[in-house]
């Protein structure tokens, strides 16, 4: 079953689709994370390069969603959750005491599974966190990043005449790209993404995909799916998790045609999972 030949990648000319030429945005050594008594990553070591867009695939509870909670501390939420190990954005230890996790959560925003649009208007959900974070000098700075950031998530042309209804109100796979909006009005240097397409149909799924093609000429984005195919359309990395391990990263082509271990063989193939 050859995923890649049938979705091929995007070489648009000048992205550099060699890994190992690429700047390492995050990287993670050794990290292990614990809920209580239970392990649930066992010392994975993993490079973010930037500017590309790395899929982090496997069957349900691999660990692959606490691999990427850990990337910008969301674990730090959960009672109970501990994390060994290193985790760097451009070489600066997250994990140091001296992190500012607000600050850090700007950096390396979030999107759900589930769009969780804030009981708020289109506008407001936007404007919420360049508001918190100081980031606009005046009321035409914040409606200029509003417009700007939406347009970045190829939602303006569909919300301009209603910028002030329920974002609620919008249809599922417009929340979830108001949910993008929302995650880059703070300008971030990574986007990690769990399972954005879940609950979206097919036609929304393809216009995330999309926009997730285009943001990455930008912003080093992380991923989550299930999705062997969505896996291969969207990335450029893609590493893969088995019981909180990972057994096989590199490049995604290579990891679809010609995988070298036979779990991942086995994986993409619909043998497992």
């Not at 943001?215 to 299930?226: G, P």
Request: hydrophobic share 35%; glycine share 8%.
């Amino acid at each position: 079953m050859n995923y890649v030949s049938e979705h091929p990648q995007d070489n648009t000319p000048g992205v550099n689709m060699n890994l190992s030429a690429q700047p390492i945005k995050m990287r993670g050594e050794k990290v292990s994370v614990f809920y209580g008594a239970k392990q649930a990553l066992f010392g994975v070591d993993l490079d973010i390069p930037e500017k590309m867009v790395t899929a982090l695939i496997g069957p349900s509870g691999c660990g692959k969603s606490t691999f990427l909670r850990s990337l910008n501390r969301m674990n730090d939420t959960i009672e109970g959750c501990r994390v060994e190990g290193k985790i760097t954005l451009d070489n600066e230890d997250i994990y140091d005491p001296k992190i500012d996790v607000v600050e850090l959560r700007a950096r390396v925003g979030m999107v759900f599974q589930k769009p969780n649009p804030f009981p708020k208007s289109i506008f407001d959900n936007v404007a919420y966190g360049p508001r918190i974070h100081g980031l606009v000098k005046d009321r035409t700075d914040l409606e200029e990043t509003v417009i700007t950031s939406l347009k970045k998530a190829s939602l303006y042309e569909e919300v301009k005449d209603r910028l002030h209804d329920a974002g609620t109100g919008l249809s599922g796979g417009q929340q979830q790209r108001l949910c993008i909006a929302r995650a880059i009005a703070v300008s971030p240097e990574v986007i990690l993404m769990d399972e954005p397409c879940s609950a979206l149909d097919p036609i929304a799924t393809a216009k995330i995909e999309e926009l997730i093609d285009e943001l990455r000429q930008n912003y080093t984005i992380a991923i989550v799916t299930h999705s062997m195919q969505q896996a291969a359309r969207v990335s450029q990395k893609t590493a893969f998790f088995h019981l909180g391990n990972i057994v096989e990263e590199g490049e995604t082509e290579a990891i679809f045609t010609a995988p070298k271990e036979k779990r991942t063989q086995d994986y993409i193939t619909g043998r497992f999972g």
